[in-house]
Every structure is written in C-alpha cells, then in structure tokens.
Antibody, heavy 121, light 108 residues
C-alpha cells in the first residue's frame, strides 16, 4: 500500500516561512508526479503545485506563485514545499498526493493524511 | 484559469436512491482530463474517476461518470451509507489545475 507521510506543519506568524515534507514509500518515487493540495478549515480543495517525476516540470496555483517552491529528492523519496511570505489565507491542511504517472497531467491516485499549517500572530 | 462549477451544492437523498452530480467548466477540458474525488468527514480525498469516465482501482461500479468538453456528470446508481460524503471534480488538463467547490451528498 502506498504511503505518504506529511510533516513540517505548525503555527507560523504572517510573513514567516515554513517547509513541508512528504515521505513516500512502497512505490518507485521517481516514476510519479507529485502534488500539493490544501484545504482551508471547513472549505473545499485547492490545488497548490505539481512536479513531474523527473522534477523538470513544475506548475503553481496563481495564489502561491512566487511565494511557494515545490521540489523533490528522488534519492530520498521525499517531496518538499517551501512556503514563504505566509498569509492568514494560507492556513489549511496541506495534502501530499501522488499522480497517476510521471506526467504532471495526472489525476491524484493516493493522498497523505495532511499536515496543518496555521498562519496567525 | 478554468473555473469548475459543481451543482447542486447539497443533495439530500436516501440510501438506495440514485445521485446525479454535475460539474461545468468555464472552458473546454483538454482530452477529458477530468477527475472526481470523494471526501468523507475527517479523511483525505479519494480518487473515484479519472479521464472523465475511468474508475480508479477498487472503486465499485455503482460509480460512473460521463461527459466531455465543458459538461461532466458523476452518477451513483444506488447510494450506500458510506457514499454520503462530499464530491469534488478536478481538471488537470490546463495549468493551473483546479477543483470545483464540491457537492455534499447528505442523508435525507
């Protein structure tokens, strides 16, 4: 069974930074695109970013472009999301999700349980 | 950005009834890159349908989907107790990928 374990969430002040990680196991990590999706409390899903299996294709939602950076370390089976200039409306549960294949144009087959990021003073 | 509008916002039905959920896109969705997800309370979303009409692994055949271009439909033929949840459509054909706002299927 695919395992995706997010970490790095917590409380951060507005304007601050945070780095999320997602440890993947039980599959060949480099063969799959990976995404971050977030969900504000009581709200719907919002796609944040995707990175291809090789890491050479990346895309971001307009709401995070220029502030968030997605990356992956295929040697360590780990996905990251570096978040900076955080705002109150970035408060959400952040899910790591595996794509159906290596292309970023993939539905999201498997999801982690999420990590909560709270931006507040 | 492609905006996905789901309707209705809430669907109140009884177990055994048929559920029909709609997802309308503001622009045509490339190559039917349209997926449906189910999210139960307190859980992560689960992929149900991809490529507009292909069921994901392990998804029962009471879930089906159809559509192309800008109009897509998810149908649950006979609602089971575990099907009462929130359902989201997502397009992954044109960046940025986007989700609909969700349809809640609740017990009547």
């Amino acid at each position: 069974e695919v395992q995706l374990l997010e970490s790095g969430g917590g409380l951060v002040q507005p304007g601050g930074s945070l780095r999320l990680s997602c440890a993947a196991s039980v599959f060949t990590f480099s063969n799959y695109a990976m995404s971050w999706v977030r969900q504000a409390p009581g709200k719907g899903l919002e796609w944040v970013s995707v990175i291809s299996g090789s890491g050479d294709t990346i895309s971001y939602a307009d709401s995070v472009k220029g502030r968030f950076t997605i990356s992956r370390d295929n040697s360590k089976n780990t996905l990251h999301l570096q978040m900076s200039s955080l705002r109150a409306d970035d408060t959400a549960v952040y899910y790591c999700a595996r794509g159906h294949g290596s292309s970023p144009r993939s539905p999201l087959d498997d999801w982690g349980h999420g990590t909560l990021v709270t931006v507040s003073s | 950005e492609i905006v996905l509008t789901q309707s209705p916002g809430t669907l109140s039905l009884s177990p055994g009834e048929r559920a029909t959920l709609s997802c309308r896109a503001s622009q045509s969705v490339s190559n039917t890159y349209l997926a449906w997800y189910q999210q139960r309370p307190g859980q992560a979303p689960r992929l149900l349908i991809y490529g507009a009409s292909s069921r994901a692994t392990g998804i029962p055949d009471r879930f089906s989907s159809s559509g192309s271009g800008t109009d897509f439909t998810l149908t649950i033929s006979r609602l089971e107790p575990e099907d009462f949840a929130v359902y989201y459509c997502q397009q992954y054909g044109s960046s940025p990928w986007t989700f609909g706002q969700g349809t809640k299927v609740e017990i009547k």
